[in-house]
């Protein structure tokens, strides 16, 4: 091997000033990374390869995508990291390529996928009034709060089996523990709505 001329030490000379006073040049790609750690919103990642010279980060937010979504992505997961405005001090994660948990819309109003169990609310029968009272279910079985749901005539057959009303109370004092209605998801649709 020669040794280096004139001309190839004035090139890195130049190479080497360039670098330093274009810093950001170099951050102005999307680069590939791996994820090492995630929370809901944000991965810990480390450059797919040494090549570039690029620095490990912590807690990089994850940009939302065309749903609003957060996600937790699966460590391992290969990641697409970009520096707003070519800024070092500024990544984001732009795409993760597995997730754990992803969140559309924030998480209000939940979404369900077909195969999910749901539950319709919390039910007592007052067989003497013929009223089927229930509590919402977002209330839960222990702070359940009742309100008629329907009143059946004699000649009606309820097809499920409910909690009688333990006392002749109308409604059921708040707190008294129902029957829950469940049921689980057989259909959906490609497009997802949350609003």
Do not use: K
Request: hydrophobic share 45%; charged share 15%; proline share 10%.
């Amino acid at each position: 091997m020669s040794a280096p001329t004139i001309l190839d030490r004035m090139w890195a000379s130049f190479r080497a000033l360039v670098r330093a006073e274009l810093a950001e040049l170099g951050y102005l790609g999307a680069y590939a990374y791996e994820v090492r750690g995630s929370s809901l919103g944000f991965v810990d990642v480390e450059p797919a390869t040494t090549t570039a010279g690029l620095p490990s980060l912590l807690r990089v937010p994850v940009m939302p995508g065309l749903l609003a979504e957060t996600v937790t992505a699966a460590s391992g997961a290969q990641a697409v990291i970009m520096f707003i405005g070519g800024d070092p001090t500024r990544p984001v994660c732009v795409s993760v390529s597995e997730v754990t948990e992803a969140r559309i819309a924030g998480g209000t109003p939940a979404v369900a996928r077909v195969d999910d169990t749901i539950c319709l609310g919390y039910f007592l029968w007052d067989s003497v009034l013929r009223i089927l009272y229930r509590s919402p279910p977002e209330l839960g079985p222990l702070l359940t709060v009742y309100v008629p749901w329907g009143t059946f005539g004699s000649g009606t057959d309820l097809s499920a089996t409910f909690l009688p009303v333990p006392t002749p109370t109308v409604p059921p004092p708040p707190g008294t523990p129902g029957t829950a209605w469940t049921g689980i998801i057989t259909t959906g649709s490609s497009i997802v709505g949350c609003a």
